[in-house]
T-cell receptor, first 114, second 115 residues
């Protein structure tokens, strides 16, 4: 069964450094999402992406965050200057089309900011 | 305010027993309700999705119910197995002020199935 993959599985970085989290969506999926989950808290929506542009973003997704799909395959989340509070699990999710309405989640990247 | 509340927060049961998890929501307008299973350190996996008109939906040993009038849902797990140990998250889909679809996530119920 096709699945969403994410790399790396765990990223440790120093505060202020840039990180790029990568996601490979399921091949025929058109809608892409990033979520994060701080340990012990709810999953939080960050951003949705369709047709090579952001379709919606939450208030968490400030100027420090950016997304792109540079090669038509990988879907990336960049955090420009990490803060301690960015430490969380980051999940990529993809959706084939709005009619199916079931997002498939990747295994997540655990980001630890020191 | 759009909210999803789940109970209990955590639950421990013996292998082979049944259990029921609860979800109450105040999301309006309502589009659909999903239950996800999230293993520790993994991404959520969809178990069921129900629209306004559906009262019950099953997926193997998992049966979800929805009462759209009282805004309550339950997830019943039959004949639990050790592999059912996970967090079960209720997610309600609604619409925000801009008429964009929005997912409201619950905190989840942490289920531990012991031998």
């Amino acid at each position: 069964e096709p699945e969403v993959t994410q790399t790396p599985s765990h990223q440790v970085t120093q505060m202020g450094q840039e990180v790029i989290l990568r996601c490979v969506p399921i091949s025929n999926h058109l809608y892409f999402y990033w979520y994060r989950q701080i340990l012990g808290q709810k999953v939080e929506f960050l951003v949705s992406f369709y047709n090579n542009e952001i379709s919606e973003k939450s208030e968490i997704f400030d100027d420090q965050f950016s997304v792109e799909r540079p090669d038509g395959s990988n879907f990336t989340l960049k955090i420009r200057s990490t803060k301690l509070e960015d430490s969380a699990m980051y999940f990529c999710a993809t959706l084939r089309d709005r009619g199916t309405d079931t997002q498939y989640f990747g295994p997540g990247t655990r980001l630890t900011v020191l | 305010k759009n909210q999803v509340e789940q109970s209990p927060q955590s639950l421990i049961i013996l292998e082979g027993k049944n259990c029921t998890l609860q979800c109450n929501y105040t999301v309006s307008p309502f589009s659909n309700l999903r239950w996800y299973k999230q293993d520790t350190g993994r991404g959520p996996v969809s178990l069921t999705i129900m629209t306004f008109s559906e009262n019950t939906k099953s997926n193997g040993r998992y049966t979800a119910t929805l009462d759209a009038d009282t805004k309550q849902s339950s997830l019943h797990i039959t004949a639990s197995q050790l592999s059912d140990s996970a967090s079960y998250i209720c997610v309600v889909s609604g619409f925000n002020a801009g008429n964009n679809r929005k997912l409201i996530w619950g905190l989840g119920t942490s289920l531990a199935v012991n031998p």
